[in-house]
């Protein structure tokens, strides 16, 4: 029986590589897929790695509907046994609901990558109705680092080095035209304190994101509570 899986995890901790591998592992055993994606940091109709691997694909627009994409290949007798769908957090609810069908009346098995919230911690449409659809919520293994040297959980946006929370929810790429914003993968401490990779930067000591537990900070936190 076919599966939606949805894999998900930060910036930084191999989505697209992994997407890009289950598509040759299942191609390599003579399956049959098409592999989708979204506003990739690469341009248009390809999914990208920051290893530097890119791989043409189809691009997903609104007006994608993956049922009609499945059965006008079946209809031209073309084989059509797996999707790779790539930036799902992009995707709209209606489209997920749609791999789910096709996952479902079909048999076509899906495999969904992306993250799940944004810069300011809230879930993508996308992402959230993935969750509320998949068969398999997959966590990838290789966790991505925060400057402070804790395992990122969250996705942050800085402009010109500083973390903001407001702004348009998507914006394509690593870093804008003019150089003054980014996105960011960091730990929760580090979200909450809006602490800076220019004065966070981790360099194997204490991380900047712990909290003080020398015993001036202790002595500091024990006289507020007396008061």
């Known amino acids: 029986m076919a599966d939606l899986i949805f894999f998900t995890g930060t910036m930084d901790c191999g989505k ?30 390809t999914v990208s790695s920051r290893l530097g691997l890119t791989t043409p694909a189809v691009e997903v627009t609104d007006a994608t509907d ?11 007798a073309r084989t059509v046994d797996y999707l790779i769908c790539d930036e799902v957090q992009f995707y709209r ?8 069908r096709v996952v479902d009346e079909l048999d076509v098995d899906v495999f969904a990558f992306g993250i799940t919230t ?13 969750v509320e659809l998949a068969d398999r919520i997959r966590l990838l293994q290789v966790e991505a680092l925060c400057w402070c040297g804790r395992r990122a959980t969250h996705n942050a946006r800085t402009v010109d080095g500083i973390m ?22 960091v730990s929760r401490p580090a979200y909450r304190r ?16 712990r909290p003080d537990r020398s015993p001036a900070g202790s002595s500091s936190r024990a006289g507020r509570r007396r008061r």
Do not use: K, Y
């Open 164 to 185: 903001v929370l407001e702004g348009e929810q998507v914006v394509v790429g690593d870093v804008d035209v003019d150089g003054r914003r980014s996105t960011v993968a």
């Open 16 to 45: 697209s590589i992994l997407a890009l591998q289950t598509d040759w592992t299942h191609s390599a055993r003579g399956r049959n897929g098409i592999l989708f994606t979204r506003e990739d940091r690469a341009g248009t109709a």
């Open 194 to 209: 809006r602490s800076r990779p220019s004065s966070a930067r981790w360099s194997g000591g204490p991380s900047p994101c």
């Open 66 to 76: 993956f049922w009609d994409e499945v059965v006008q290949r079946r209809v031209h």
């Open 118 to 130: 944004d810069f300011r911690t809230r879930l993508f449409p996308g992402s959230a109705r993935m």
């Open 93 to 100: 609810p209606e489209q997920v609901e749609q791999l789910a």
